[in-house]
């Protein structure tokens, strides 16, 4: 069955840099899109980022620039690599995939704050 499980959030000041990473199973990963979202406390959940099968990226308008997604598909790995966090991006963000239905992975949680 479809897997994901995110790692790498953490606490951070702001200012930081921090990597996200997202392992998956389940389904034959280097053909498939990949996205991160991410929910806010109190907040619906919002789309961040995909990488599709061919490497192409796309970005939620606001958060193009200081969000980079990229993929390892010998790993059956995506990323997110978030730069100068700041305290509005504390949330927890997700790995997802449509295969007919979406998957969610259980989440990682980032908390920025000085």
């Known amino acids: 069955q479809v897997q994901l499980m995110e790692s790498g959030g953490g606490s951070v000041q702001p200012g930081e840099s921090l990597s996200l990473s997202c392992v998956a199973s389940?389904?034959?990963?280097?053909?498939?899109?990949m996205s991160w979202y991410r929910q806010a406390p109190g907040k619906e959940r919002e789309w961040v980022a995909t990488?599709?099968?061919?490497?192409?990226?796309y970005y939620e308008e606001t958060m193009e620039g200081r969000f980079t997604i990229s993929r390892d598909n010998a790993k059956n790995m995506v990323s997110l690599r978030i730069h100068v966090l700041r305290p509005e991006d504390t949330a927890v963000y997700y790995c997802e995939t449509n295969q007919d239905k979406q998957y969610w992975g259980p989440g990682t949680q980032v908390t920025v704050s000085s």
């Open positions: 990488i599709d099968s061919d490497h192409g990226t």
């Open positions: 389940g389904f034959t990963f280097s053909l498939s899109a």
